[in-house]
C-alpha cells in the first residue's frame, strides 16, 4: 500500500463559529457549505480540506478529541513581512517566528501563531515555490 498525500485533517473546537471567522477572515480559506453542517465546518486549503469540529459532535471521530491540540503547518505563498503585517493588522500575535525550518519540500521560513482555540499554527515560506 502506498499512500499518496493527505485529503483533510480535523480539528476539534470549543466555538465553530469563532474558528470559522479566525481561518475564513484570517486565513483567506473559503468555507465549503456543501460540506459543512451544524457540528463541521469544511473549509478548503490548496488541494486539501481543514474541516473544524466540536468534541460533541455525533459521528466517528478521534477517540479523545481534544480542543487545542493540533499543530499543524499551512504554506504561504504571500511574502513574509506582508503576513506578519496582515496579521497585526488583525490583532493575531506571532508565537515565534521568523525562524529557518525544514519542511516537506526542503528548507522553509516559518511563522507560528496561535489559533482562538490555542492550537500551534504555523505558515511556511518556500523560497522558489
Do not use: W
Not at 64 to 93: M, N, W
Not at 103 to 122: C, F, H, K
Amino acid at each position: 500500500m502506498k499512500m499518496r498525500r493527505i485529503d483533510h485533517v480535523v480539528l476539534t473546537v470549543s466555538d465553530l463559529e469563532r474558528a470559522r471567522r479566525f481561518y475564513h477572515e484570517v486565513f483567506d480559506l473559503p468555507v465549503l457549505d456543501q460540506q459543512s453542517s451544524a457540528d463541521c465546518l469544511t473549509l478548503r486549503c490548496g488541494h486539501q480540506l481543514i474541516r473544524l469540529q466540536k468534541a460533541d459532535r455525533s459521528a466517528l471521530k478521534a477517540a479523545a478529541p481534544t480542543v487545542g491540540s493540533a499543530d499543524l503547518c499551512l504554506v504561504c505563498r504571500d511574502q513574509l513581512e506582508d503576513v506578519i503585517h496582515h496579521f497585526k493588522s488583525y490583532f493575531v500575535d506571532l508565537v515565534a517566528g521568523p525562524v529557518a525550518k525544514q519542511g516537506a519540500e526542503g528548507a522553509m521560513t516559518s511563522l507560528y501563531v496561535r489559533d482562538p482555540d490555542q492550537n500551534l499554527i504555523e505558515i511556511a515560506f518556500y523560497k522558489d515555490k
